[in-house]
């Protein structure tokens, strides 16, 4: 089993620059992939970013490219959200996740939640 534990968010003022960060503790040997997600109120929740774990490959939802940053540190086991530049429309709990031995997202953070005030 992996935990994955959140830290970083809170309420910020728009134009902020948080970290998030997520650490992994348990079986982090069977990790390759870890990601953020959001959940807006009232909506689903969407992707923001992923990266793998030996290439370092990254990719970004639309609404967060250019203004946010993921990056890994293997040794910590742990991936951060640079988040730059925010905006109202931020606002959301973000979930760490990363994928395990099985296809998909295995397993889920608790959540962190951020707030943007305008």
């Known amino acids: 089993q992996v935990q994955l534990v959140e830290s970083g968010g809170g309420l910020v003022q728009a134009g902020g620059s948080p970290r998030l960060s997520c650490a992994a503790s348990g079986h982090t040997f069977s990790i390759n992939t870890m990601a953020w997600f959001r959940q807006a109120p009232g909506k689903e929740r969407r992707f923001v970013s992923y990266?793998?774990?030996?290439?370092?490959?990254?990719s970004y939802a639309d609404s967060v490219k250019g203004r946010f940053t993921i990056s890994r540190d293997n040794a910590k086991n742990t991936v951060y959200l640079q988040m730059n530049t925010l905006k109202p429309e931020d606002t959301a709990v973000y979930y760490c996740?990363?994928?395990?031995?099985?296809?998909?997202?295995?397993?889920w953070g608790q959540g962190t939640q951020v707030t943007v005030s305008s």
């Open positions: 990266i793998t774990r030996r290439s370092g490959t990254t």
């Open positions: 996740a990363a994928t395990g031995l099985r296809s998909g997202y295995e397993y």
